[in-house]
C-alpha cells in the first residue's frame, strides 16, 4: 500500500471516529445531569423529608394497652401533644418510645402504628412499693411525684426522713432495700410494718399497723431485729406494748400502755 493510501484512510477513520467521541461527550453530559437531579432528591429526601411530611396522617386516636393502674390515657395524650412530628408517616418509633420512658409511671413501652391515624402504646408499668415523703417509691428504685391518689397509695408503708429535702435518691434506694429485709424478718412475728422515720441523729423509729413502735437506733439494725425476733415469743401481754426500743447491746426496753412502766433488758446503748 502507498503512502499517499495509507494517509487517505487515517484522515478517513479520524473523520468517522470524530462524531462519536462528540455523541460520547453528550452521553456523558447527560447521565451526570441525571445524577446531579437524583443527588439532589436524594439529599432533599433525607434533610426535608421528615418536615415535609410531619403533617401527613395526623394522630388522631392514640390507644393505650397493658394492665396499668395509674398511667391515664390522658398522660399518653398530654406527651404526643407536646411532640413535634404529628404526622403518623414521619414518626420514628424507636425515638418515640425512647422519649415515652420519661412519662411517670412507664417502666417499658411498645408503639406501633395502626393506619391511618392511630398509635398504640403498649406498656408495662412501675411497681409501687413504698411512699418516701412526696414521691413514690418503685420496685426499680425510681421515685414518682405524688399528685392526688392519696387513697390508691394509702396501703403502702411509709419511709419519710428528716430534712428529705436534702436525700438524695441512692440513698432513698439503700434505706428502702434495708426495709425490706427488716419487714420479712417482722412478719415471722406477725408484725406488719406502716412506716419508717428517720430522726435528726439517724435512728430508725418504726410503726406497726397494730399500733406498736420500735426504734431500732442508728446500727446494727439486722442484729437488732433478730434479738427481738428471738425474744417476743417470751413477752408477756404483747396486745398491752407501747413500744420498744431496741438500742442496747444484748437486750430491749419495753414501753406499756397507759402504764407509768417499763421493762428493760440488757445494756443500754448511749449512742443508738
Known amino acids: 500500500m502507498t503512502k499517499s493510501k495509507m494517509a487517505i484512510k487515517k484522515q478517513y477513520s479520524s473523520w468517522i471516529n470524530f462524531p462519536k467521541r462528540e455523541l460520547n461527550a453528550s ?11 437524583i443527588g439532589s432528591t436524594v439529599f432533599f429526601v433525607v434533610t426535608m423529608g421528615k418536615q415535609f411530611w410531619s403533617n401527613i396522617w395526623p394522630v388522631q386516636r392514640v390507644l393505650l394497652e397493658g394492665d396499668t393502674h395509674y398511667l391515664k390515657a ?34 417499658s413501652v411498645e408503639i406501633r402504628k395502626v393506619w391511618p391515624e392511630q398509635l398504640v402504646f403498649k406498656v408495662v408499668e412501675h411497681k409501687p412499693v413504698a411512699r418516701v415523703d412526696d414521691f413514690i417509691l418503685t420496685q426499680k428504685g425510681t421515685k414518682i411525684k405524688q399528685v392526688g391518689n392519696e387513697v390508691l397509695f394509702s396501703q403502702l408503708p411509709e419511709i419519710n426522713f428528716y430534712h428529705s429535702e436534702t436525700v438524695e435518691l441512692e440513698h432513698y434506694q439503700r434505706v428502702w432495700r434495708e426495709f425490706k429485709q427488716v419487714k420479712r424478718q417482722f ?9 419508717l422515720y428517720i430522726d435528726p441523729v439517724k ?12 426504734n431500732l437506733g442508728r446500727k446494727q439494725r439486722t442484729e437488732r431485729v433478730d434479738r427481738l425476733v428471738r425474744v417476743f415469743s417470751s413477752i408477756q401481754n404483747k396486745s398491752k406494748i407501747k413500744s420498744i426500743d431496741l438500742r442496747y447491746h444484748n437486750g430491749l426496753a419495753v414501753e406499756w400502755q397507759n402504764e407509768n412502766e417499763s421493762q428493760t433488758s440488757g445494756d443500754p446503748v448511749v449512742n443508738g
Not at 27 to 37: E, N
Not at 88 to 93: A, R, V
Not at 187 to 195: A, H, I, P, T, V
Request: a negative charge; glycine letters at 4%.
Open 27 to 37: 452521553k456523558i453530559f447527560v447521565r451526570l445531569l441525571l445524577l446531579l437531579m
Open 74 to 107: 390522658s398522660d399518653i395524650q398530654d406527651f404526643m401533644q407536646q411532640q413535634k412530628v404529628k404526622g403518623l408517616l414521619s414518626i420514628d418509633l424507636d425515638d418515640l418510645q425512647q422519649a415515652a420512658k420519661s412519662i411517670d409511671w412507664i417502666q
Open 187 to 195: 412478719e415471722l412475728l406477725s408484725l406488719e410494718l406502716q412506716g
Open 203 to 214: 435512728n430508725w423509729r418504726m410503726k406497726f399497723m397494730n399500733g406498736l413502735e420500735l
